[in-house]
């Protein structure tokens, strides 16, 4: 289990759901990864509350947010823990967050090479902290809806994702469905990405078996503070990564 330091402050976005989830639900853990400012928060925003927040700020340590989907009949649950991509910010959540996960998602920013150029180090960091092609891992291009500003075509990217055997998604959190999306017509929307993942994930053995209905497990609690744009509600959590 993991010790979560008390300075740590973790953001439970919203549950998208209107139902409790069953008993049973399996949970997934995903780690969003990619160079400060490339867009994690917002395209786990945009996945978990269906909307481009209205501001961020720099994540400090990690963020978590989850959401309850259902993939063929089976209700599941996605954690997506979006990190820091400032070192300074870092340091002292690494350890935590590299437990336990199911799949990567890399992010670059279609406007920033040198982010771009930051993905085999992100790659190599995940491998430090074993996980290796043997994980599912994705890589993101955002940003797309700045057509003009795109300094990381989608040939070279592609290139990137074959030899590092990833399916590439280019995609804009902001305005899905926007840009030109490379050689593939509209960008990808953030909502099937993440789908995407989460079918992969269906086959493999989950982080938790077992819930109580109340949603609370034995386990750590630390306290979650939700999503920068809802209320401040403070509420427990168990964490049993
Ligand atoms: N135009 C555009 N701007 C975006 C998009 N996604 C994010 N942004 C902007 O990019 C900036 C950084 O976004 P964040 O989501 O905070 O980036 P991050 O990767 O989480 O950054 P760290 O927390 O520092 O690691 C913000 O000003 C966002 O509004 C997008 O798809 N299009």
Redesign the pocket.
């Given at each position: 289990m993991a010790s979560v330091e008390s300075s740590t402050e973790f953001t439970s976005s919203l549950t998208v759901s209107s139902n409790l989830p069953p008993p049973r639900t399996r949970i997934f853990k995903i780690i969003v990864i990619?160079?400060?400012?490339?867009?994690?928060?917002?395209?786990t925003?945009r996945f978990c509350a269906g909307k481009?927040?209205e501001?961020?700020?720099?994540?400090i340590g990690v963020?978590f947010r989850e959401k309850l989907i259902d993939i063929d009949g089976e209700t599941i649950k996605v954690q997506l823990w979006?990190?820091?991509?400032?070192e300074r910010?870092r340091k002292s959540m690494v350890q935590h967050y590299y437990r336990n996960v199911h799949a990567v998602v890399f992010?670059y920013?279609v406007t920033s090479a040198a982010s771009f150029r930051s993905l085999p180090a992100w790659i190599e960091e995940c491998k430090q902290h074993a996980l290796g092609q043997e994980v599912p891992r994705i890589l993101v291009g955002?940003?797309?809806?700045?057509l003009n500003s795109v300094q990381v075509g989608t040939d070279l990217a592609q290139q990137f994702a074959d030899a590092h055997s990833m399916p590439l998604f280019e995609?804009?959190?902001?305005?899905p469905g926007s840009g030109d999306g490379g050689s593939r017509g509209s960008s990808d929307h953030v909502e099937a990405i993440f789908m995407t993942v989460a079918h992969k994930l269906k086959s493999q053995k989950p982080l938790i078996l077992s819930q109580p209905p109340g949603g609370v497990l034995a386990g750590d609690t630390v306290t979650l503070r939700r999503g920068r744009n809802d209320s401040e509600e403070k509420e427990s959590w168990a964490c049993s990564c």
């Open positions: 990619g160079d400060s400012g490339v867009g994690k928060t917002c395209l925003y481009f927040p501001k961020t700020e720099a994540t963020d979006d990190t820091a991509g400032q910010f992010v920013d955002n940003k797309c809806d700045l995609t804009s959190a902001k305005n």
